[in-house]
């Protein structure tokens, strides 16, 4: 079942009052609100800098290693990357951040030494709406399925909350960092001076 459009929803009636327009703008108000509060919420998180909170060193673990089948049909593995830092990033293509951080991502893929690994995660039964996204990308993509299936990609890496989601390995194939919501360049190349700092 598909969440993304899921509101609560109202007992149907056939009494007067459940059709007087006045009385349904009412009951559809606070049902706008929440909407315009979580556009208002992505947008800010978007634009803020970076905080601790975001960032966690906690998450730091060695990498088991992840293998995957790109899009195109190309393998993904972890090992493949040695020597690079590797930024796997969970995103989602209803997400509106997620289109949002696309360049943020190209930005990133085409230092020398960083690769980003995207991974298309609840897109639902048709695969469509994730294969168009990905053309803007210019980096490889994963179909990984939904977070509710016991071998969807995030088992492979690390759990997934929320969209966008990332997480950072360094250069020797550890997992060392996990970035909540949406990343720049900038939070990235602090994220991995910090994580030189504790190695």
Known sequence: MDHRNTLPFEASGTDARSTHPARARKRRSPLLGLAGLG??????ALSAPATAS????????PAKGFAFSGMRGEQVRLSDYRGKWVLVNFWAPWCPICRAEVPH???LDRRDDVS?????????PDQRDALEMARSMAFVNVLGGNRRELDNASTQVGPVQLYPMSYLYNPQGERVAQLFGPVTEDRVRRAMESADQVH
Not at 39 to 44: D, I
Not at 54 to 61: G, Q, V
């Open 116 to 124: 980003v690994v995207g991974i298309a995660m609840d897109y639902g």
């Open 54 to 61: 975001r960032y966690s060193p906690a998450m730091a673990a």
């Open 105 to 107: 991502l190209n930005q």
């Open 39 to 44: 556009l208002l919420a992505g947008m800010l």
